[in-house]
């Protein structure tokens, strides 16, 4: 499966999340492409179309980012996943990471 994880710069949640959900699907034995995107015109890796088709599951950090993907692709409502975390963290903040892989190990079972 190809994986997305979305929020609004693609410099800290997004790409922290990507990291742990990598070392989740090892751990598992799972097999999976991950990759990290944001939604914001200043984002290192901007969300696109071709991202959002590229995905069979997209978890993004709060609900604007979903209404951001569905005005791009409204026939990606059944792939995304909202995580519910603010953008109160500071980069490689350890609180983030923990709460991150709780919330990816309780998606990783529910799949």
Known sequence: MNYLFVCT???NRSV???EAFKELLKKHGINGQVKHAG???LAKNRISKELIEWADKI???E???KDFI??????A???IEVLGIEDLYGVND???LKILKEKLQKELKDE
């Open 94 to 96: 350890p609180y983030l």
């Open 59 to 61: 978890f993004v950090m």
């Open 16 to 18: 922290v999340a990507a």
């Open 39 to 41: 939604v914001s015109e």
């Open 63 to 65: 609900n604007f980012h």
């Open 9 to 11: 710069y693609n410099v």
């Open 77 to 79: 409502r059944n792939k």
């Open 70 to 75: 569905l005005k791009i692709a409204p026939e």
